[in-house]
């Protein structure tokens, strides 16, 4: 039996089947471009992401099942009838809605998402950003008025156009703002508040089962499984028991916490209830989760203004932590998340002196990125133990310096992937599980553990953070 998985995340879409001994591998990988028009709108090109997805169907060959992940909450608008699409993908960092979402806010609305989706007022869901849409495209206005207007994730336009099925799942539905958790269905009252029309989104269906028949180079091949790629990674580390938890550092840094079959709604902590997965025909599983927005974005960021050549210079420091030091950065480069929720916050550097050079910064950036993780972390396991140690994945867990300051703010044994597609993996194996094959996962990790005697000073931090909230 043959299986692929499609990741399709901010940067790139790839396309992974398994080797005979059941490790995932990369058949074909395309990225697309980044569109920044205004300050905070950030964008891709639907055509670009779904041509790119055929390109890696095509590379991929005959299979027998695939499995599909997104991007979350990055959404739409497209036609009904000629599947074209109205609007750029408005990404997850896009931030547009900023000032509406103020006014809700002042208008004391969070109460009603927080109640019914379970999730603060944030440009970072969807509902917003369908609300704009529908309030801005003209195009997506007189698609409303021929009854032929869509709305939805990415999921939901790559199924349409794909295999004619208008469905998202429950995981990605769960990223909009515009579901309510405890029933799982489209929430009125919430589409109501944000101006999204009901009637114009995808039906909500489990992550896994029939999600229709692809036509490729190669024959046809049945999509089985839908999913957001956090979620994906999840069930890719092989996380199924209460507290297990991992961080996926990629763009941004995000951390999934499984709380079984009950949800565990703490929203005075920062943390997100969601859905974990729903495989066919069983309960839904929840988890708890937490997002640092910036993360390998921030080292990027740091490369592109010459503060490194290569990634080599960034994996090691001599002397003591930049923290030790008193230089801080807060990379609330795109606002701050999990457990602060404050979107218009921006990155700060706290502590500069003449004698701080383009080392001592990217240490900084790093250890930014680990201590925004370590106060989601910290959160998570004050609602529900962490259950073993903290698994992580994605371009910033290959980091020795990066890891091993991770372990010592956090006091955890941290396991980065040595497989590192563990998103892929995750999306064969649900993939798979619609077809009646179980996977046997065994992800392999490496140990760090945290190094005795090191403490912190991480109230630094803290204020540094408390700097990066001011207006």
């Not at 095509?58 to 909450?73: F, H, K, L, P």
């Not at 969807?126 to 999921?155: C, F, P, Y």
Request: glycine share 10%.
């Amino acid at each position: 039996m043959r299986l692929a998985g499609i990741d399709q995340g901010t940067t790139s879409t790839r396309v992974l089947t398994l080797t005979s001994d059941g490790v995932p591998q990369v058949v074909h990988s395309v990225q697309h471009r980044q569109f920044y028009p205004r300050e905070g709108w950030v964008e891709h090109d639907p055509e670009e992401l779904i041509a790119n997805i055929r390109a890696c169907i095509d590379a991929v060959g005959a299979v027998d099942a695939i499995g599909i992940d997104n991007q979350g909450e990055s959404c739409l608008a497209w036609d009904a009838v000629t599947k074209e699409a109205y609007t750029p993908v408005l990404v997850w960092q896009d931030s547009r809605t900023l000032a509406q979402i103020e006014a809700l806010r002042s208008d004391g609305f969070e109460a009603e998402t927080l109640a019914r989706a379970k999730l603060p007022l944030d440009p970072y869901f969807s509902a917003s950003k369908l609300g704009w849409i529908v309030e801005n495209n003209n195009a997506a206005q007189d698609a409303r008025r021929r009854g032929t207007l869509r709305l939805g994730t990415t999921d939901a336009f790559f199924l349409d156009r794909l295999t004619g099925r208008f469905v998202t799942d429950v995981t990605t539905a769960s990223r909009t703002s515009l579901m309510n958790l405890e029933r799982l269905e489209w929430d009125e009252t919430l589409c109501d508040l944000f101006g999204v029309p009901m009637e114009c989104l995808p039906r909500i269906v489990p992550t896994t089962g029939d999600f229709g028949t692809l036509e490729t180079a190669h024959g046809k091949a049945p999509i089985t499984a839908s999913v957001v790629d956090q979620q994906a990674a999840l069930y890719g580390f092989g996380c199924r028991e209460k507290g297990d938890a991992k961080i996926t550092f990629g763009t941004g840094a995000f951390a999934l916490m499984v709380t079984g079959s009950k949800m565990v709604n703490r929203p005075e902590m920062g943390l997100l209830p969601t859905l974990a997965w729903q495989l066919e025909g069983q309960d839904p599983v929840f988890a708890l989760d937490g997002g640092v927005y910036t993360a390998s974005a921030a080292l990027n960021w740091a490369k592109s203004l010459g503060l490194f050549t290569d990634f080599e210079q960034a994996n090691r420091f001599e002397g003591p932590s930049a923290l030790e030091r008193g230089l801080i950065f807060v990379p609330a480069l795109a606002g701050l998340g999990c457990p602060h929720w404050v979107p218009e916050a921006r990155g700060v550097w706290v502590g500069l002196s003449i004698d701080h050079g383009p080392q001592q910064l990217v240490q900084s950036i790093l250890e930014g990125v680990a201590l925004r993780a370590a106060e989601v972390i910290g959160a998570m396991d004050s609602c529900i133990p962490l259950n073993g140690p903290l698994q992580i994945d994605g371009g910033m867990s290959k980091n020795p310096y990066f890891t091993q300051f991770l372990a010592n703010v956090t006091g955890c044994e941290v396991r980065p992937a040595i497989m590192p597609e563990l998103t892929g993996l995750g999306t064969i194996a649900l993939a798979a599980t619609a077809i009646g094959s179980e996977l046997n996962i065994k992800s392999q990790f490496s140990s760090i553990q945290p190094e005795d005697g090191v403490s912190l000073p991480t109230e630094r931090f803290h204020r540094a953070v408390a700097v990066s909230k001011a207006p």
